[in-house]
């Protein structure tokens, strides 16, 4: 069975620039979830959404906005990206919110 | 707040048994979860265990839980060098998990 998966995995940038990253949940997951990991850290949780209404908020910043569409996808767009913003980006997916999370390679934006 | 904390580095020769602990604080995670992070590579969910559990067994992974000091273990039987990598323990509750700092382990031959 297909994996959630990341687009696009790699993505460079300059600063004060924009960037969306999407996210394919599992099929059947109608939960999705956003991390942030820097270089030597732990992921650390954004935003989650569950049947497309946002259902918890971590330590995301006001420049980063998430949706989830009728098709379960999700978007993080980031805007104003600065250079600490470089860091690879995980989405995870689950069946409702309390059932493990099955996380995608991810994507590795580097901010120049 | 949640909290989860893990020694930061351990390293066995190849065909020994690893364990990597992890401690963790908040008593109302419903799973708990090992995942495995290879250099530049995703998360891989490992394993995970229910909170109402107090072993479970998958393969060459063995995961202890003891509910009463909130200490988490996985045990890796045999390894082997391509189980070089980053461990990372989390807690899971409120629709989000929280990591702690990862085991980075390494197999020496």
């Known amino acids: 069975a297909a994996g959630v998966i990341q687009s696009p995995r790699h993505l460079i940038k300059e600063k004060r620039e924009t960037a969306t990253l999407k996210c394919y949940p599992i099929?059947?997951?109608?939960?999705v979830y956003w991390y942030q990991q820097g270089p030597g850290q732990d992921p650390q949780f954004l935003i989650s959404f569950y049947e497309k209404m946002q259902s918890d908020k971590g330590s995301i910043p006001d420049r980063f906005s998430a949706q989830q569409f009728s098709d379960y996808h999700s978007e993080l767009n980031m805007s104003s990206l600065e250079l600490g913003d470089s860091a690879l980006y995980f989405c995870?997916?689950?069946?409702?919110?309390?059932?493990?999370?099955?996380f995608g390679d991810g994507t590795r934006l580097s901010i120049l | 707040g949640e909290d989860v904390e893990q020694s930061l580095f351990l390293s066995v020769r190849e065909g020994d048994s690893s364990v990597i602990n992890c401690t963790y604080t908040d008593s109302s995670s419903t799973y708990l979860y090992w995942y495995k992070q290879e250099p530049g590579a995703g998360l891989q969910l490992l394993t995970y265990?229910?909170?109402?559990?107090d072993m479970k067994q998958d393969q060459r992974l063995t995961v202890l839980l003891n509910k009463k000091d909130k200490h988490l273990s996985l045990r890796i039987a045999d390894t082997q060098t391509g189980d070089s990598a980053i461990y990372f323990c989390a807690e899971g509750s409120a629709r989000q998990l929280t990591f702690g700092s990862g085991t980075q382990l390494t197999v020496l031959p």
């Open positions: 265990i229910f909170s109402n559990m």
């Open positions: 099929s059947r997951h109608d939960t």
């Open positions: 995870a997916s689950s069946l409702g919110g309390d059932q493990p999370q099955h």
